[in-house]
């Protein structure tokens, strides 16, 4: 309980710090996107594929200060019934692009997993975050493995309500003593600029806050599996679920 109250008086410190970084960012992110969107207008076809992706990876950080201002203001998570497998392929692309070519994603996916009851854009920064790791503790290449499985916590009941998504690389590993520290807020092994150490201590925060828990097993040389297991739920009326939340507007 002491860690918890810890962390909680934590995160509200980096909630009103992370606020007024986010808001002057965003900033800046209007005007990048303001001028790409002005370039591909002026396109006589669809947009080249470059500056469709440029517009595309602007307007993922938009959504992703969006969520960093609701994080900041400590407003509510908005849990839809997602289908767990939906989400990931629908950012594969996106973390192929940002891995690089020098590191392949495999997708491992049980298509038994079905739903959970999760706010879905919280989710997939979470992801990100996972897989931008992987990808930092891999600078020679290698492969990142996102998977699927029903699932639970060793030390948690059966395994039929549970979902496990696991993000896994081959690289860097992390010693006992990284591990401790690494879910820690600020706690970063990257250079100045490279890290914020806010990362993992997020997707904690937000994965608790679901109703989930996350465990890590890490080995230093081999790799890492950081594992998020969220509830199952059944979808119970197909149609709200076809209809996600809209993405919340960026206050001015
Ligand atoms: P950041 O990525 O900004 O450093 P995080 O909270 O996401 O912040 O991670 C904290 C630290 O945990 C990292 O600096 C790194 O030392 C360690 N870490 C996290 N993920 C991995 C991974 N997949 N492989 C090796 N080390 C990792």
Redesign the pocket.
Known sequence: IERQLRQAQKMEAIGRFTGVIAHDFNNFLTAILTNLHLLADQEAEAPPPRLRRALEAAERGAAMIARLLVFARNQALQPELLAVNDLIHGISEFLELSVGPDIRIHLDLDPAVGHTLVDAGQLESALV?LVL??R??LPEGGSITLSTRIQAPDDLGPADPWVCLAVE?T????TPD?MAR?ADPF????PPGG???????MVYGFIGQSGGDVRIA?EPGRG?RVSLFLPRRKPVEPLAAAHPAPEPMVPP
């Open positions: 975050n790791n992987a930092d503790a690389d690289g860097s590993g992390m990284v690494a706690f970063t092994t990257k890290g914020t150490g806010l990362g993992l201590s890490s890492t």
